[in-house]
């Protein structure tokens, strides 16, 4: 799982870019983002979280891995037939 964390300090040098994007959050809210994070504002800044798992093991030669930004998820499929999942064996995240 990836994560990152703007504190406070830095918030206020950053803040054109979050008004520039119109996304102003008032505290103790909690948003998804276009690019499937999970965050949250707090007095002390804004901390965002992927919101999604990662599959880690499974057959690469035969499989790919294929992300759909809106379910914020990942899906493994044969890559000569799309219809057919691939079995995953573990996820990251």
Not at 1 to 26: N, T, Y
Not at 56 to 77: A, H, M, P, R
Request: include cysteine; charge should be negative.
């Amino acid at each position: 799982m990836s994560c990152f964390c703007i504190p406070k300090q830095i918030l206020k040098s950053r803040m054109a870019a979050f008004l520039e994007s119109g996304s102003v959050h008032e505290f103790d809210s909690r948003w998804r983002t276009e690019d499937c994070n999970d965050c949250s504002c707090s007095k002390t800044g804004i901390g965002c979280c992927d919101s999604y798992m990662t599959p880690g093991d499974y057959d690469e030669e035969k499989c790919e891995s294929i992300f759909n930004k809106e379910t914020c998820s990942y899906k493994v499929v044969e890559k000569d037939d799309h219809s057919k999942e691939c079995p995953v064996h573990s996820w990251v995240g």
